[in-house]
C-alpha cells in the first residue's frame, strides 16, 4: 500500500486491475478531479502503479468475491465518500468523464448508473451502448462492467458480491436495493467509455478452468433473489439529447423505434457489426411482438423450435 489516501474527495474509483490496467489513462491531466482511487491489484509486480496519488491494495481471486473483501475490510471506503465506481481494468476513459459520471449522479439523484459504452467498444447487451438520442435512459438493469453507486446502496450490495464467481445477475438486483427503482437506476448517454476488449476475459477463462458455467449461475443468483430465471432487461423512461423526459413504456415501439434510430451510428465503428445487427433486429422483433427483452442463454428462434413437436 502507498499510503492511504486523502479521503478529502467525496467520490472514489476501485479498480480490478491486472497488468495491462488501463487505469493510468484516466488519471492524466486530472490534477482536480473529484475522485480518488484505489488499484486492488491481482498481479505480482512489487512496484507496478505505486505512486503517491494511488492507494493499492492487493489480492487474488475474481472481481466480486475480492471486491466485497475489500469492502468489508476497509470499512473506510463506504463512511468516507458519497459515490463509488466498480470499473473494470479494459474501459478507455478520462478523467473528466469520470467526473462528469459522479456529477450526473448527484445531480439527478441516481442511486445506481453507469457510463454508456462508446461506439467502437465491445459490448453485450445493446442497451449499454450510447445512444446519441438521449443523455439518460432510466432502466432496470446497469451491467457488472461498470456499475456506480451510492455508498448507501453499495453497503447493501457487498454482502451478494460472492454469491457466485462470474458476478452474473448482479445486474438485475439493483432496483431491489434502491429506494425508487423507476427514477435512481440509469444508463448515462452523456457519459462515454470505451470497452477495449471482448466481453469475456481473465475472469471466464478461470471459470472455464473449473466447469463453472456463467448461465448456471445466473440462474441460480436469479432463484435466490426472487428475479425471473431469464431476466428482463427494460428501459423505464429516458431523457432526450434536448431535455425532455420519455415514458418509454407508454409508447414502447415507439420509444423501440427512437432507440434503433440513435444506434444507428454506431455500425459504423463498431468491431461486432453482426453481433450489433442481430441485438438490432431482435430488439425490433420484440417491439413489434410486444415481447419483453429477456436475457436467456438460447435465442428466440431456437427456443421455438425446441418447442415444436
Not at 505480482?44 to 471486491?67: F, M, T, V
Not at 473506510?76 to 458519497?82: A, E, I, K, V
Request: charged letters at 25%; glycine letters at 6%; one cysteine or more.
Amino acid at each position: 500500500m502507498n499510503g492511504q489516501i486523502s479521503g478529502r474527495r467525496r467520490n472514489l474509483v476501485i479498480v480490478r486491475a491486472g497488468d495491462n490496467s488501463l487505469h493510468p489513462r484516466w488519471l492524466a491531466g486530472g490534477d482536480a478531479r473529484t475522485w480518488d482511487i484505489v488499484v486492488n491489484y491481482y498481479g505480482e509486480q512489487e512496484q507496478l502503479y505505486r505512486r503517491p496519488d494511488i492507494e493499492r491494495i492487493d489480492s487474488k481471486g475474481p472481481k466480486w468475491p475480492a471486491l466485497q473483501l475489500l469492502l468489508q475490510e476497509t470499512p473506510r471506503f463506504l463512511r468516507d465518500y458519497d459515490y463509488v465506481w466498480l470499473p473494470d481494468d479494459d474501459l478507455d476513459t478520462t478523467s473528466d468523464q469520470i467526473d462528469l459520471l459522479f456529477r450526473i449522479m448527484s445531480g439527478h439523484n441516481l442511486q445506481v448508473a453507469q457510463p454508456s459504452l462508446e461506439h467502437s467498444s465491445y459490448f453485450g447487451h445493446l442497451t449499454t451502448l450510447h445512444n446519441n438520442r438521449f443523455r439518460i435512459r432510466y432502466t432496470n438493469y446497469v451491467e457488472v462492467m461498470a456499475p456506480c453507486f451510492t455508498t448507501a446502496v453499495l453497503e447493501r450490495a457487498v454482502p451478494l458480491f460472492n454469491a457466485n464467481l462470474s458476478g452474473w445477475g448482479l445486474d438485475f438486483v439493483w432496483p431491489k436495493l434502491v429506494d425508487e427503482p423507476a427514477s435512481q437506476i440509469a444508463i448515462i448517454d452523456a457519459v462515454q467509455v470505451r470497452h477495449t476488449r471482448p466481453v469475456g476475459g481473465p475472469n471466464y477463462k478461470m471459470l472455464r478452468e473449473r466447469g463453472v458455467s456463467p448461465w448456471d449461475e445466473l440462474r441460480s443468483f436469479c432463484r435466490m433473489n426472487d428475479i425471473e430465471e431469464e431476466p428482463v432487461i427494460a428501459t423505464l423512461a429516458a431523457v432526450t439529447s434536448d431535455g425532455n423526459l420519455v415514458d418509454a413504456m407508454a409508447q414502447q415501439r415507439r420509444f423501440v423505434l427512437q432507440l434503433l434510430a440513435g444506434y444507428l451510428p454506431a455500425l459504423k465503428r463498431t468491431p461486432q457489426r453482426q453481433h450489433m445487427l442481430r441485438r438490432m433486429g431482435g430488439m425490433l422483433w420484440k417491439a413489434l411482438n410486444n415481447l419483453p427483452d429477456r436475457v436467456a442463454e438460447l435465442p428466440m428462434p431456437r427456443k421455438l423450435a425446441l418447442r415444436r413437436p
